[in-house]
């Protein structure tokens, strides 16, 4: 792989894409069978060796580190974040209009999970409204720095080093890069040097557990960095972007708002400010989250790979089973979209029905955005809370629509469908125009 080729496809001899949950599971649970291929993903390695670029001996020490910041603890702070966030929101930039309307709803789900994020998973407060202060020894502030690279953490991946400066863009990735690692070092110095404060952040409860596991077992700098920085890269366009299927679903589907409100005022009477112990109640709003995932998965498939010679075995409709061969070093996809729509599993795939969340049996070993296994996503809990979170201070306030525009003045429900959700190129699913606008409800 040059410097220049990202996340690209090894030259394969067998490959095989999965829609079969039963399938899904037997990959998913077998981790040494079906490790992951990191080769996929090698050139994440440039922000630092992570837990995502990982197999092995090395995966289960970054692992084992890792686990224990997405914690109780951490979970309450992306709560109590989440709703300073959404208040910063209402306050300070929506202030006391009655409607506002985003021409791409993206431009506002990416500053909320940037902060979130930030804050939860940094341990560094940005807001919408925070001075830009530049500290001695920098030349860019934190919030540039770290809303740069989440945004442009492909730039340096994809440039050669000679051509980071060619354009603005560029070179602010990479001084953006520079600074962040800065940074980075800086806040791990301080907290080693620091009078112990209770913190919950995903950083400082991975730096407590190193420090604990002090000796061979521990990660270096280097390493700390680069599970910190992958942090970012996996939970920062992911929740966006989820966030913003289901803002978008929710208003083309208003009896389904209206539902989602409605539980919501049962479980926060009086409008008071809700709380992570609310959580456990809020179950619409997670079914809402849920059924957003299974139609659009924004992590859309993973890989897997055969270590050895292997069988997998599915069945039709009728029962009857069929034995595949996978041979040793089968490329296989887990194509989370295709089981997510598969009708054998879902009934009415294609409509946005967050109930089925509800009933006790759904069928949960259909369902893949976080994937499943010894591999699954860490931070699913994160992500939950967060956007129960956002949704749920939201809805109280806030009605969503599609926004209408002349030119659209026409079109049936499904063409406004297909336009409002069809989506973008990109490493995660997203929608490439969402215009939603928000009206306060009183
Ligand atoms: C809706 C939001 C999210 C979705 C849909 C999602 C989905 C996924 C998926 C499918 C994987 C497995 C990828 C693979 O095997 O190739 C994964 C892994 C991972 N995710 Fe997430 N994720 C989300 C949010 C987050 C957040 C907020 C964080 C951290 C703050 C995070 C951290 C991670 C990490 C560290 C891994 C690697 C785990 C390992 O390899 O052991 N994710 N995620």
């Known amino acids: 792989m040059n410097d220049n080729q990202i996340f690209m496809l090894p030259k394969v001899s067998t490959f095989i894409s999965v829609a079969d949950a039963a399938i899904a599971k037997e990959i998913t649970t077998s981790?040494?069978?079906?490790?992951?291929?990191?080769?996929?993903?090698?050139?994440?390695?440039?922000?630092?060796?992570?837990?995502?670029?990982?197999?092995?001996?090395?995966?289960?020490?970054y692992r084992r580190i890792s686990a224990p910041a997405f914690s109780e603890r951490n979970n309450k702070l992306v709560w109590d974040e989440s709703m300073k966030v959404m208040d910063g929101l209402f306050n300070d930039v929506w202030k006391d209009q009655h409607t506002i309307t985003y021409d791409h709803c993206l431009d506002l789900t990416l500053p909320i999970a940037?902060?979130?994020?930030?804050?939860?998973?940094?341990?560094?407060?940005?807001?919408?409204?925070?001075?830009?202060?530049?500290?001695?020894?920098?030349?860019?502030?934190?919030?540039?720095?770290?809303?740069?690279?989440?945004?442009?953490?492909?730039?340096?991946?994809i440039l050669p080093k000679w051509a980071m400066g060619i354009t603005k863009r560029s070179a602010a990735a990479g001084q953006a890069l520079i600074e962040l690692r800065k940074y980075m070092f800086e806040m791990i110095q301080q907290r080693r040097t620091s009078d112990k404060v209770e913190r919950n952040d995903l950083f400082s409860i991975l730096l407590e557990e190193n420090s604990e596991n002090m000796g061979t077992a521990a990660l270096t700098d280097d390493e700390l960095i680069g599970n910190v920085f992958i942090f970012i890269v996996a939970g920062h366009e992911t929740a966006a972007h989820a966030l913003l299927f289901t803002f978008a679903l929710l208003a083309l589907h208003p009896d389904e708002q209206e539902k989602l409100y409605e539980q919501t005022k049962s479980v926060i009477k009086d409008g008071r400010t809700p709380t992570y112990q609310d959580m456990n109640s809020l179950t619409y709003a997670l079914a809402v989250l849920n059924e957003s995932l299974r139609l659009f998965p924004v992590v859309s498939s993973f890989p897997k790979v055969s270590a050895e010679d292997t069988t997998l075995t599915t069945f039709n409709l009728d029962g009857e089973s069929k034995t595949i061969p996978v041979p040793k070093g089968t490329y296989i996809t887990v194509s989370t979209v295709?089981?997510?729509?598969?009708?054998?599993?879902?009934?009415?795939?294609?409509t946005f029905r967050p109930e089925r969340f509800l009933e006790p049996d759904w069928p949960r070993d259909a369902f893949y955005p976080f994937a499943a296994g010894p591999r699954a996503c860490l931070g699913r809990k994160f992500a939950e809370t967060e956007a129960v979170a956002v949704l749920t201070r939201?809805?109280?306030?806030?009605?969503?629509?599609?926004?209408?525009?002349?030119?659209?003045?026409?079109?049936?429900?499904?063409?406004?469908?297909?336009?409002?959700?069809?989506?973008?190129?990109?490493?995660?699913?997203?929608?490439?125009r969402t215009p939603l606008v928000f009206t306060r409800r009183e």
């Open 338 to 350: 295709a089981i997510h729509r598969n009708p054998r599993y879902w009934p009415e795939p294609k």
């Open 394 to 432: 939201l809805i109280m306030k806030y009605k969503i629509t599609v926004k209408e525009e002349p030119q659209f003045a026409h079109e049936t429900f499904e063409e406004r469908k297909a336009r409002v959700l069809a989506l973008d190129q990109g490493l995660t699913l997203v929608p490439s």
């Open 31 to 61: 981790r040494t069978r079906f490790p992951k291929p990191i080769e996929f993903y090698e050139s994440l390695i440039f922000y630092g060796q992570n837990i995502v670029v990982s197999e092995g001996e090395q995966w289960k020490k």
């Open 114 to 157: 940037l902060f979130i994020i930030g804050s939860a998973g940094f341990g560094r407060t940005i807001s919408w409204v925070e001075d830009d202060a530049i500290p001695p020894g920098h030349q860019m502030s934190f919030k540039e720095a770290f809303s740069i690279i989440s945004k442009d953490f492909l730039i340096p991946l």
